[in-house]
């Protein structure tokens, strides 16, 4: 079983940067990370996915500005987001899935406010 702790949200103006990190308990090398995002009342949607392989992919309304990453030495996935937008606000979700088997961790808050 992995436990995965999100951190690193907060309140940022229009065009600000912050990097969430996702810290793992356990070997993420065979997972396929992703992060999430979800506001009150929505369901949650997909943000980016780095396989184990390396491959990415964006949903389109963050492409070009979010970069997904990950280290597989420290169990850790980052997301840094850049040119943030007040749309962007939501809780954000890590998550891994390893043979089928999906975890997620409790998630941070990310605000985009002036």
């Known amino acids: 079983q992995v436990q995965l702790v999100e951190s690193g949200g907060g309140l940022v103006h229009p065009g600000g940067s912050l990097r969430l990190t996702c810290a793992a308990s356990?070997?993420?090398?065979?997972?396929?990370m992703s992060w999430a995002r979800q506001t009150p009342g929505n369901p949650r949607e997909y943000v980016a996915t780095?396989?184990?392989?390396?491959?990415?992919s964006y949903a389109d309304y963050v492409k070009g500005r979010f970069t997904i990453s990950r280290e597989n030495t420290l169990n850790t996935v980052y997301l840094q987001m850049n040119n943030l937008k007040p749309d962007d606000t939501a809780v954000y979700y890590c998550?891994?899935?390893?043979?089928?088997?999906?975890?997620w961790g409790l998630g941070t808050q990310v605000t985009v406010s002036s």
């Open positions: 998550a891994a899935k390893i043979v089928g088997t999906s975890y």
């Open positions: 356990g070997n993420i090398n065979i997972a396929a």
């Open positions: 780095i396989t184990p392989d390396g491959t990415i």
